[in-house]
């Protein structure tokens, strides 16, 4: 998980999509979009192994768009497969509260 936000921050969409599981990768151009916000932060909450080849991480990164503030909260689904962790998806918690 925080390799994968380290390659947001760096605009490496290379790596975003090798680590991203082959059943649910978008095409390149769906990334790029994301690759230019600016990000400020990451804070794990919360992770749980499912067993030994799946595994949950809640977690909230803060971004910029056009010098306004964002969050981004997020419950990831990850998958171990051929010795590796992949990202398959995850589920966005709308926090009605929160700013931006």
Excluded: C
């Excluded at 998980?1 to 947001?8: E, I, L, Q």
């Excluded at 680590?19 to 400020?40: F, G, Q, Y």
Aim: proline fraction near 4%; hydrophobic fraction near 35%.
């Amino acid at each position: 998980m925080r390799s994968r936000y380290a390659a947001y921050t760096l605009g490496r969409e290379g790596y975003l999509l090798e680590t991203w599981h082959p059943s649910t990768r978008p095409a390149s151009r769906d990334v790029v979009s994301e690759l230019h916000n600016k990000w400020l932060g990451l804070e794990v909450k919360h992770h749980e192994q499912r067993g030994p080849s799946n595994a949950l991480v809640e977690f909230v990164a803060r971004y910029k768009i056009g010098g306004r503030a964002h969050r981004l909260h997020e419950i990831s689904r990850f998958v171990h497969e051929t010795g590796r962790w992949f990202y398959v998806g995850g589920d966005i918690i709308h926090d009605p509260t929160a700013r931006g």
